[in-house]
């Protein structure tokens, strides 16, 4: 059973920094690419950033580049998005996903998904 769980969430001053983690169970997690997505209230989930399986390409949204950075650890089945300089628009659940290494990154198509943690930036 794959389970991904995300953790580090919180309310941060706008101009702050928070550091999430994913930790993966149940598969082989180095076989696999990882995104972290995020979904406002009344918004649609939208991807943030993802990396593949090496760890060694990243692909980040447009409104998180510069501020935010995917990391993985294979040996430790763990991905991470340091999230630095975050604004009130960057409140929003984020969620792990993983997806099969081969294909597309910038999707939503991703096959599992983590149950999500609560990111609230103050102005």
């Known amino acids: 059973q794959v389970q991904l769980v995300e953790s580090g969430g919180g309310l941060v001053q706008a101009g702050g920094s928070l550091r999430l983690s994913c930790a993966a169970s149940?598969?082989?997690?180095?076989?696999?690419?990882m995104g972290w997505f995020r979904q406002a209230p009344g918004k649609d989930r939208e991807f943030v950033a993802g990396?593949?399986?090496?760890?060694?390409?990243?692909y980040y949204a447009d409104f998180v580049k510069g501020r935010f950075t995917v990391s993985r650890d294979n040996a430790k089945n763990t991905v991470y998005l340091q999230m630095n300089s975050l604004k009130s628009e960057d409140t929003a659940v984020y969620y792990c996903?993983?997806?099969?290494?081969?294909?597309?990154?910038?999707?939503?198509?991703?096959?599992?998904w983590g149950q999500g943690t609560q990111v609230t930036v103050s102005s």
């Open positions: 990396i593949n399986w090496t760890g060694f390409r990243q």
């Open positions: 996903a993983a997806k099969g290494r081969t294909g597309v990154v910038v999707t939503t198509e991703y096959d599992y």
């Open positions: 149940g598969l082989t997690f180095s076989m696999y690419t």
